[in-house]
T-cell receptor, first 114, second 114 residues
Framework: KQEVTQIPAALSVPEGENLVLNCSFT??????LQWFRQDPGKGLTSLLL?????REQTSGRLNASLDKSSGRSTLYIAASQPGDSATYLC?????????????FGKGTKLTVNP | GAGVSQSPSNKVTEKGKDVELRCDPI?????LYWYRQSLGQGLEFLIY????????KSGLPSDRFSAERTGGSVSTLTIQRTQQEDSAVYLC????????????FGPGTRLLVL
């Protein structure tokens, strides 16, 4: 059974800092890995998707890396801003039953202080 | 275009009552998913619909939970004889096809069972 763990559970940083969020998964037979953002009272927004054949993806100030062999991914946020405050979730497709189901970590709650 | 919509946004009910949660997927999306996010827990997969195929119900926690998808579009998640442990945010997502790279999430329904 695939399990996804995110560390830390919560993180508070001053504005402008660079930061790293961590995600680990137990079954390395994944098709891809996604990072989502969840704002209070809202649904999830997909930030980055890394295919299993890729090692990283970048979008603006966000960079996500994937190391399948070690079962790890990191989300790097450069020059953090208060608007980055949210919960960040990583998810991988479940190895059972195809790629339709996503298995999520519990998330990292990020607070960026002005 | 319009995203995934869910109704109601909030629902408070008494233990033992039945509730229905509705999801309107993005037009043209053939795949629809329900997830549950309990306090302190990650998102858990509940059920998956793809076109006219039999749904994948492997994530439903008990026989009190059921879901339908009428006409390949709108879906209703029904919880019978609600229990306090059913209190959670219920999220719906859709994607354009099986194995699509990402799922698009709705804002969720917050259910509180008193």
């Amino acid at each position: 059974k695939q399990e996804v763990t995110q560390i830390p559970a919560a993180l508070s940083v001053p504005e402008g800092e660079n930061l790293v969020l961590n995600c680990s998964f137990t079954d390395s037979a994944i098709y891809n890995l996604q990072w989502f953002r969840q704002d209070p009272g809202k649904g999830l927004t997909s930030l980055l998707l890394i295919q299993s054949s890729q090692r990283e993806q970048t979008s603006g100030r966000l960079n996500a890396s994937l190391d399948k062999s070690s079962g790890r991914s990191t989300l790097y946020i450069a020059a953090s801003q208060p608007g980055d405050s949210a919960t960040y979730l990583c998810a991988v497709p479940s190895p059972q039953g195809g790629s339709e189901k996503l298995v999520f970590g519990k998330g990292t709650k990020l607070t960026v202080n002005p | 275009g319009a995203g995934v919509s869910q109704s109601p946004s909030n629902k408070v009910t008494e233990k033992g009552k039945d509730v229905e949660l509705r999801c309107d997927p993005i037009s043209g999306h053939t795949a629809l998913y329900w997830y549950r996010q309990s306090l302190g827990q990650g998102l858990e997969f509940l059920i998956y619909f793809q076109g006219n195929s039999a749904p994948d119900k492997s994530g439903l926690p008990s026989d009190r939970f059921s879901a339908e998808r009428t006409g390949g579009s709108v879906s209703t998640l029904t919880i019978q004889r609600t229990q306090q442990e059913d209190s959670a945010v219920y999220l719906c997502a859709s994607s354009p096809r099986t194995g699509a790279l990402t799922q698009y999430f709705g804002p969720g329904t917050r259910l509180l069972v008193l």
